[in-house]
């Protein structure tokens, strides 16, 4: 990546000239327009070379950050535009990378913005250097110790809302690979007077505020404050809320801060209760008390104050009371006590505010320091952060000590900067190989004389003022002034001997004025001598060591009377400058790094560059002396490399690569370009350009020439671009164009095909239709040709048959007409041959000759002889149909005889038996049917040959007409019994069938009446006669198979032998008389369960019951 990066220059794109140096031509109006037209185009840092001018921007601007961070992290100073981060990039690098101990001063009026860019430079440092768990500590605890000495040491003033009262020297310490270790920090001179007092419109430091506003209901009662700023006396009223400024949230954040920073929780306490203290000591009020030796003494009006102040801080009350009244001067083992009038004592209470205000300051920036300094012994390198008051002006003389000790401060860091600025640029030419030649520079040396000079300064002068016995004032001092500087040129007063002032009305008396190097100051000399003595009685320090509070306790360790000392301690001037020394030794060991602030405005507001203001400023920093020094001798170097990168285009031999080494091409292209020779001079790095005319005519040669390579490289990048965007076109015309002819071709095929199909169904269509056509008006023409032929033919035939027709007819007429005429002439002929009746006879003879052909067709027609053939030939005349019948029955009847006359006696006989039985029982008896195939046989028992029956036999002379076995019916129970049943000519005879013995013997005439069922069954029973002898045993009920023939062969005889008539009697229900009783025969039909035969059973004395299947 690192190689694709764009080489680029603190001269591209610049606004004005980025780097004073460069200004052409230079004066103060060039100077401040160049400033303006940067800050109107929101460029805020402006370089002097290696200087940084910052403009206050008084609005947040985006260009801090973390990107930003980026941008100039491991930038060469010059590469980009002027930055503070790229001055804190060099300075951390050239600490990190060569070894080189760092500082960096800034300065600049109050609200210029110093103590922001301070915290700039330590926040990008944070953000580039080594990370770590450890390491983030410690960078956090640097950090945050920025809002606790905010809290303690700044303040609202008219210039700045967040005023530095304080000086601020930072020492930040970092190991060999640049990671940080910790930090010193020393505190110069805070402006303590503003705890007591502060100028209208201004307010005291901001923790006051912050305490009241934010802190706990609980913490504020246990510090016995109240939340109502009104209330305390140290608080000035007109400005104790501050724009855009939350003292409550900043309470917290300071709170915070202090934890990380590691304050332990009650060392934070502590704190505030110191703070308390003090503004709870404003509120003690004194009243005059007269004495009676004429004597002021105070005497303290509301004890309650001092009660509270003493319970917060463990002061013994009557030991702070009897402090604000006594003062105890001791000399030589000399105590003197004298009393305080009023004045003293609020001199004496204010004195004691501000001391402890100070003091604690103090021991916070210490006990910060103690958290924050490195805990290793390794050798460290260290960049120092010098974020101190600007000069101060403040106009109608109302310059002060402290003023004087601030300006005192600035003039030596100026003379640092000039010392440095010109050593480091002497040590470059020297380096480099450039002859030195003398530069004529204002030396602000002889200013820093006056006032420093051991002997003859004004702050030893003072300092011996302060010590001489006897009435010691400021006008004294002033006196003194006037005698010993009144020769110094850079010194004025009205008092002054110097011829050059003498008319100088316009100083006022109390005042002198001295020429700084910014400028003239005019110092009210009052106050002077007091603030350099910085008094505190001695009375209030003992009473303070002798708090139960540790940390005031440990404030006043000059009170502790076990080490008292008589010598009156260091003057705040002496201090001061010994303190100023020490960081200018200190400064002098590193390698120094500006930071110039300028203010633009003085409404704290955006947008607003007053030149006015910012002239005086660019005197006063000495500015415009600056850009002189710089380019006393070469206004402008660089580095072979970059240059010849950055010039290289201007010369066909070095454009666009020179293989030589960089100075022989910068030396080629320089000659090429014909500057002229003492234009330049070759250093062993670095070209020097004298004359920055020089380098801007390098620049627009540059900038023409890369507006022609920038054409150049377009015309043939559009070229290029133009050309393959052409390519491009033209693949993609033929693959739309292959595509679409494809598509367009395929479409019309479609077409095509789809149109063929169409006229191709359409032509077969009319071609089948065509054929359809004719084989319609073929098949047709076929019909009417058979239709016609047809007709034809009928017509043919009709006309043929109509035509035979006619023949016939004529020719049956012609018959016709011929037999009437032969008839007619026959008739004519043999009428005289007939007889009237003729006709009849004509009749009659057909008739004869009719019936003749009837019978003798009849004859060769004639059915079988077999009386049962019913074939009889059909009638051939109608009126013959009786004679037809006729014939039939006779011949019947013929036959019928015929039949008969071939039957013998026997025979015969038979026959009427059978004929009889027909008469009795045909349609009567259903087991009748069954009998007419049965030939009558009579004896079925062969009496005569079984010798079994042989006596039987004997006792019988009579025929036996029948010889049967039968079944009698026992009348008790309905069982029968076999017996022989005998029919001969006059009796009926009943035998045992085993012993052929008679049982009984019924002559014929005793017989009644037999009774049977009409059903299939064999049952008969033979009534006798009432009063018979055979009558006693009563009727006979039998069974036989054979029932029809004994029926009707005892009725045959019967008649014969009686000549009466047996009665037959056939009913399916009859009476029996058994012995006395009758009892009722009944025949049910259709009994199953009785199998085939039939039974018979005794239901009841009445009842007998036959079972017939
Ligand atoms: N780079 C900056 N960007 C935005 N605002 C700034 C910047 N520098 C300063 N300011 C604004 O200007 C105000 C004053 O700045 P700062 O406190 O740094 O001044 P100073 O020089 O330290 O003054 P003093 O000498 O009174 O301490 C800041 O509170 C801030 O509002
Ligand atoms: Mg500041």
């Not at 009170?559 to 002496?574: D, H, Y």
């Not at 008679?998 to 002559?1003: A, G, Q």
């Amino acid at each position: 990546m690192a190689k694709m990066e764009v080489k680029t220059s603190l001269l591209d794109n610049m606004i004005g000239v980025g780097d004073m140096v460069l200004l052409e031509p230079l004066n103060e109006e060039t100077f401040i327009n160049n400033l303006k037209k940067r800050f109107d185009h929101n460029e805020i840092y402006t370089y002097i070379g290696s200087v940084v001018i910052s403009v206050n921007p008084y609005r947040s601007l985006p260009i801090y950050s973390p990107e930003k961070v980026e941008d100039y992290r491991n930038r060469n100073f010059y590469e980009l535009s002027p930055h503070i981060f790229a001055l804190s990039d060099e300075a951390y690098r050239s600490l990190r990378d060569q070894d080189k101990d760092q500082c960096i001063l800034i300065t600049g009026e109050s609200g210029a913005g110093k103590t922001e860019a301070s915290k700039l430079v330590m926040s990008y440092v944070a953000a580039v250097c080594g990370k770590g768990a450890e390491v983030n500590q410690v960078k956090e605890q640097l950090l945050q110790s920025n809002p606790v000495l905010e809290a303690f040491g700044n303040a609202k003033t008219v210039r700045n809302d967040n005023s530095s009262r304080f000086g601020k020297y930072m020492d930040i310490e970092f190991d060999f690979k640049g990671d940080p270790l910790g930090g010193v920090i020393s505190n110069y001179l805070l402006e303590k007077s503003r705890v007591v007092k502060q100028p209208r419109g201004e307010r005291n430091f901001h923790v006051f505020y912050q305490l009241l506003s934010g802190a706990s209901e609980e913490l504020l009662n246990k510090l016995t404050l109240e939340r109502d700023f009104s209330r305390y006396n140290y608080l000035s009223l007109d400005s104790a809320k501050v724009n855009g400024v939350d003292d409550a949230a900043n309470f917290r954040t300071v709170r915070n801060a202090m934890q990380i920073v590691g304050f332990m929780d009650h060392e934070a306490e502590s704190v505030l209760e110191v703070v308390a203290a003090v503004l709870k000591l404003g509120n003690i009020e004194f009243k005059p008390e007269s004495r009676v030796n004429g004597l002021d003494e105070s005497k303290i009006k509301d004890k309650n104050e001092l009660k509270e102040i003493c319970e917060l801080t463990g002061i013994d009350q009557s030991v702070l009371e009897r402090a604000f009244s006594f003062r105890t001067v001791e000399a030589k083992q000399e105590k003197v006590s004298t009393t305080l009038n009023v004045a003293q004592a609020y001199y004496a209470r204010d004195a004691l505010a501000k001391n402890l205000y100070s003091r604690l300051f103090s021991w916070l920036v210490n006990r910060i320091n103690e958290s924050i300094k490195a805990q290793t012994k390794v050798r460290k390198k260290v960049m120092g952060v010098l974020d101190i008051y600007g000069f101060e002006i403040f106009e109608n003389a109302d310059n002060s000590f402290e003023q004087f000790i601030i300006n005192y401060c600035n003039e030596k860091l100026q003379q640092i900067f000039i010392e440095l600025t010109l050593k480091e640029e002497q040590e470059e030419y020297v380096r480099e190989g450039i002859e030195w030649t003398h530069i004529d520079y204002f030396n602000n040396a002889i200013i820093c004389d006056l006032i420093e000079n051991n002997t003859n300064g004004i702050l030893a002068m003072l300092d011996e003022e302060c010590l001489r016995p006897g009435t010691v004032t400021d006008e004294t001092f002033l006196e003194k002034l006037n005698q010993v500087c009144a020769t110094h040129q850079h010194f004025e007063s009205r008092m002054s001997k110097s011829s050059r002032f003498l008319n100088d009305t316009s100083l006022p008396h109390s005042c002198f004025r001295i020429q700084h190097y910014a400028g003239k100051v005019l110092y009210q000399v009052e106050g002077f001598v007091d603030k350099n003595n910085d008094l505190l009685y001695r009375d209030l320090s003992q009473a303070m060591w002798k708090a139960g509070h540790t940390l005031i306790k440990s404030l006043f360790p000059e009170g502790n009377p076990a080490k008292i000392n008589l010598k009156r301690p260091p003057t705040a001037g002496s201090q001061f400058k010994a303190s100023v020394a020490t960081l200018m030794k200190n400064l002098q060991t590193k390698n120094p790094n500006y930071i110039r602030c300028i203010k633009p405005n003085d409404k704290k507001a955006a947008h607003i560059f007053s030149e006015a203001l910012v002239c005086h400023q660019i005197r006063y920093l000495g500015l415009l002396e600056n850009v002189r020094v710089r380019r006393a001798g070469y206004a402008f170097r660089q580095a072979y490399e970059p240059c010849l990168e950055r010039y290289k285009m201007l010369c066909k031999q070095t454009w666009p690569h020179w293989k030589g080494p960089a100075r022989a091409g910068v030396e080629v292209l320089f000659n090429e370009l014909e500057i002229p020779v003492e234009e330049y001079s070759f250093g062993r790095s670095k070209i020097f350009i004298r004359n920055p005319r020089t380098l801007f005519k390098l620049e627009d040669l540059r900038k023409q020439r890369l507006e022609d390579l920038a054409t150049l490289i377009q015309k043939i990048y559009r070229g290029w671009k133009c050309r393959t965007h052409f390519l491009l076109m033209r693949k993609s015309q033929i693959v739309i164009a292959a595509w679409y002819r494809r598509y367009a071709q395929q479409k019309r095929y479609q077409q095509i095909k789809s149109s063929t199909l169409v006229i191709q169904s359409y032509i077969r269509g009319w071609k089948a239709r065509k054929i359809l056509r004719e084989l319609k008006h073929r098949k047709r023409c076929e019909e009417a040709a058979t239709t016609i032929a047809a007709y034809w033919h009928g017509t043919q035939a009709r006309r043929e048959l109509k035509r035979l027709k006619e023949e016939a007819r004529r020719k049956h007429a012609v018959a016709v007409i011929w037999a009437y005429w032969l008839g007619l002439k026959v008739r004519r002929e043999y009428r005289k041959f007939f007889r009237a009746n003729a006709g009849k006879k004509i009749y009659e003879f057909t008739l004869q000759r009719i019936v003749q052909k009837y019978f003798l067709e009849m004859k060769n027609k004639m059915p079988s002889l077999s009386p049962i053939d019913k074939n009889w030939p059909p009638r051939p005349y109608l009126f013959l149909d009786s004679t037809h019948k006729e014939l039939k029955r006779i011949f019947h009847l013929w036959r019928c005889k015929k039949y008969r006359d071939q039957f013998t006696d026997q025979q015969k006989l038979i026959y009427e038996e059978k004929l009889e039985a027909s008469e009795l029982f045909k349609d009567k008896k259903a087991l009748y049917p069954s009998s007419v195939g049965q030939p009558f046989q009579g004896a079925y028992l062969e009496i005569n040959k079984n010798p079994k029956y042989k006596k039987l036999k004997d006792a019988i002379e009579e025929k036996i007409i029948i010889a049967e076995v039968v079944n009698k019916i026992n009348r008790a129970n309905g069982k029968s019994t076999s017996r022989i049943f005998l029919l001969t000519n006059n009796n009926l005879l009943l035998a045992d069938q085993k012993s052929g013995q008679i049982k009984s013997e019924v002559p014929l005439v005793d017989v009644t009446k037999v009774s049977m069922s009409s059903q299939n069954d064999g049952f008969f029973a033979v009534h006798l006669k009432e009063g018979s002898e055979a009558a006693s045993k009563g009727d006979f009920l039998f069974s036989s198979d054979h029932l029809i023939e004994m029926a009707t062969k005892l009725y045959r005889t019967t008649l014969s032998q009686t000549k009466q008539k047996l009665n037959i009697e056939i009913s399916d229900e009859f009476l029996v008389q058994f012995r006395q009783d009758k009892v009722c025969v009944k025949f049910i039909q259709g009994n199953q369960k009785n199998g085939s035969v039939p039974t018979c059973k005794r239901k009841n004395n009445r009842l007998l019951e036959v079972a017939v299947p």
